[in-house]
């Protein structure tokens, strides 16, 4: 046992999310080399010797999206031995979610969104880190409006209320979510109204501030609108 190698590498990998189509999506990047030549993966990449774990997933987002207008969060260590059929690698994952109006991301036939709840075969244990980041973002729903990075920075109760189902994955009372939201700290009612629908204007919302409940959160405004 004295001849084990004991070396290991550090990485970040960010589930990045966004509502696009009316459908819920996460980027991927197919894998060029092996291992999982030609799989999908999360963007990720190697912690740099100058830096913690926050600013890495910070610059990679960065690099992945060329946007900082995000809700960052922690989420889990990965460290099984077996993660990587090659090396030693313990990744720390993160993530994102990010409204569709505040970056601009060339797709191509290696980078693509996909709905989270039809994911291609994917590399590692993207999957797991995928399905975990639901579950923390649904845990997160309950102690803060983290569903608003998905909107757009005006919006109807109607559109939350769809984000928070997407992110549910089940539908919600109309009256009772209404209820609820309505008193959420910083979401401020405005004298403005959709355009988007033939039938009654439905009025518009926003947040002047809001409140996350978490040491490893990150939220940063202004910058790309």
Not at 192 to 209: C, M
Request: glycine share 2%.
């Amino acid at each position: 046992m004295f001849n084990e190698i004991k070396t290991h590498e550090i990485t970040v990998d960010i589930v990045i999310l966004t509502i696009i189509n009316d459908a819920l999506q996460v980027l991927l990047v197919k894998r060029n080399n092996e291992p999982f030549k030609n799989k999908w993966a999360i963007p990720g990449g190697y912690v740099r010797m100058s830096e913690n774990l926050d600013e890495a997933a910070i610059r990679v987002l960065k690099e992945k999206t060329d946007v900082e207008n995000v809700y960052l969060e922690q989420l889990y260590t990965f460290g099984d031995p077996l993660r990587h059929p090659v090396s030693r690698v313990i990744t720390c994952a993160y993530f994102a979610l990010i409204r569709a109006e505040d970056f601009e991301i060339t797709t191509t036939s290696d980078v693509a969104w996909h709905k989270v709840f039809d994911l291609p075969p994917l590399a590692f244990d993207h999957k797991e880190i995928i399905q975990y980041s639901l579950k923390r973002t649904r845990e997160r729903l309950e102690m803060c409006p983290v569903a608003y990075q998905l909107l757009n920075e005006k919006f109807t109760l109607t559109e939350m209320q769809k984000a928070y189902e997407m992110i549910m994955e089940r539908k919600l009372d109309k009256r009772n979510f209404r209820k609820k939201v309505i008193t959420t700290e910083g979401l401020r009612e405005l004298n403005e109204f959709s355009k988007l629908s033939s039938k009654r204007p439905a009025r518009l919302y926003t947040f002047d501030s809001i409140k996350l409940n978490s040491k490893r959160a990150h939220f940063i405004r202004g910058g790309s609108r």
